[in-house]
Nanobody
Framework: QVRLVESGGGLVQAGGSLRLSCAAS????????MGWFRQAPGKEREFVAAISWSGGNTYYSNSVKGRFTISRDNAKNTVDLQMNSLKPEDTAVYYC???????????????????WGQGTQVTVSS
C-alpha cells in the first residue's frame, strides 16, 4: 500500500514557474514507477510526465516537453515536477500516481496506475 500526497500548487502568471512535489508513504516506493497527470474542469485526466523507479527513464506529453521536468528522490520517497514557462492551458488539478514496474518502466495510461494522491490545484493566469 502506498499513500501519496501532492503539494506545491498555486496561482501563477503565464510565463512563471511552479514546483510540485509528491510525497509517498508505505513500503517499496523505490519499486514504483511514478507519473504526473492533470485534469481540467470538464475534461478527462490526462498524462503529463512519468519516471521509472530507477529514475533512468522519463517520458513527457508533447504539450509539456521542454517546459516540465520530472525527478525523484528514492531516499526521501518524493517525486517532483518542475514546471516552467507556464501557460493558461496548464491550469488543472495535478495528480501523482504510482504503480509497480520494472527498472525502466513508465506508463502514460491512467488505468495503469494503482495509487493516486488527492491532487493539487495549479492556476495560470494570462
Amino acid at each position: 500500500q502506498v499513500r501519496l500526497v501532492e503539494s506545491g500548487g498555486g496561482l501563477v502568471q503565464a510565463g512563471g514557474s511552479l514546483r510540485l512535489s509528491c510525497a509517498a508513504s508505505g513500503q517499496g516506493f523505490s519499486n514504483y514507477a511514478m507519473g504526473w497527470f492533470r485534469q481540467a474542469p470538464g475534461k478527462e485526466r490526462e498524462f503529463v510526465a512519468a519516471i521509472s523507479w530507477s529514475g533512468g527513464n522519463t517520458y513527457y506529453s508533447n504539450s509539456v516537453k521542454g517546459r516540465f521536468t520530472i525527478s525523484r528522490d528514492n531516499a526521501k520517497n518524493t517525486v517532483d515536477l518542475q514546471m516552467n514557462s507556464l501557460k493558461p492551458e496548464d491550469t488543472a488539478v495535478y495528480y501523482c500516481g504510482a504503480r509497480r514496474g520494472g527498472l525502466y518502466y513508465v506508463s502514460v495510461a491512467v488505468s495503469a496506475y494503482e495509487y493516486w494522491g488527492q491532487g493539487t490545484q495549479v492556476t495560470v493566469s494570462s
